[in-house]
């Protein structure tokens, strides 16, 4: 997309939108992985946290 380009609001909710809800899937499954073990590494969480960020980040783009 060019600087020139107007974006609809409507479609950068939509996106926005879709991409909170993949984020929440994303936790959801990463969550129900952890609550069966009894240690999690602080590098896994900290995948989970950088997956995350980058899918909010996602839709600024």
Request: charged fraction near 25%; avoid cysteine; hydrophobic fraction near 50%.
């Amino acid at each position: 997309m060019t600087s020139t380009q107007v974006v609809e609001p409507l479609m950068v909710e939509e996106v926005a939108h879709d991409v909170v809800a993949e984020a929440l899937v994303l936790i959801d499954r990463a969550l129900s992985q952890m609550v069966k073990r009894e240690l999690v590494s602080s590098s896994e969480v900290s995948d989970l946290l950088l997956d995350v960020r980058n899918l909010l980040t996602s839709s600024r783009a």
